[in-house]
């Protein structure tokens, strides 16, 4: 099974701030990562397909990076609204795994 | 528009069996990649199966053997069939759709609640 370690667990930042977490996979899955963003109470939605694609609809502030084992997911200009608990997927290798997740405080 | 409504959840009692079902609008379960991914009460996201659009079928080891996703063309619906429930398979689970196979999760349903104690 691959693991997915995302960094950091937790993060405050101030609105306007520019955030990035990363997501290490324990082995290569080219660039079969995925990005979702979860707001209490709701379902996730996605954010980043194939590691670096926008999902339509996404603000042009949210944007992924990277491959094999290594992934970003960037936040420029952060909003309040984007107070949420972020995580990475690999649809690589069954079985299909998740990170454990980043929450995001907005100071 | 798509839209997956779950149903299903509930109380049960360990050992227990439960059917979820989701019902889809907007595209047709028969031929689409889905998943049943589940969250247990504050912790984070966790893969339980798949169907591919040309119908294998795949689980995470913590339900291989206890779980079976099925569709139903007809009724356009997914169904995860739950046996041999443990307390830990207490969760909210959530049908979601990628729009190819093996991508990742493009449309996700509200989700259901499961609850498995005595």
């Known amino acids: 099974e691959i693991v997915l370690t995302q960094s950091p667990d937790f993060q405050s930042v101030t609105p306007k701030e520019k955030v990035t977490i990363t997501c290490r996979a324990s082995?290569?899955?080219?660039?079969?990562l995925h990005w979702y963003q979860q707001k209490p109470d709701q379902s996730p939605k996605l954010l980043i397909k194939y590691a670096s694609q926008s999902f339509s609809g996404v603000p042009s502030r949210f944007s992924g990076s990277g491959s094999g084992t290594d992934f970003t997911l960037t936040i420029n200009s952060l909003e309040a609204e984007d107070a949420a608990t972020y995580y990475c997927?690999?649809?690589?290798?069954?079985?299909?795994?998740f990170g454990q997740g980043t929450k995001l405080e907005i100071k | 528009e798509v839209q997956l409504v779950e149903s299903g959840g509930g109380l049960v009692q360990p050992g227990g069996s439960l059917r979820l079902s989701c019902a889809a609008s907007?595209?047709?379960?028969?031929?689409?990649?889905m998943s049943w991914v589940r969250q247990a009460p504050g912790k984070g996201l966790e893969w339980v199966s798949v169907?591919?659009?040309?119908?294998?079928?795949y689980y995470a080891d913590s339900v291989k053997g206890r779980f079976t996703i099925s569709r139903d063309n007809s009724k356009n619906t997914l169904y995860l069939q739950m046996n041999s429930l443990r307390a830990e398979d207490t969760a909210v689970y959530y049908c979601a759709r990628g729009l190819m196979d093996s991508s990742g999760y493009h449309y996700w349903g509200q989700g259901t609640l499961v609850t498995v104690s005595s």
């Open positions: 907007g595209f047709t379960v028969s031929s689409n990649y």
């Open positions: 082995q290569s899955i080219g660039s079969s």
């Open positions: 169907i591919y659009s040309g119908g294998s079928t």
């Open positions: 997927h690999q649809s690589s290798s069954l079985p299909y795994t």
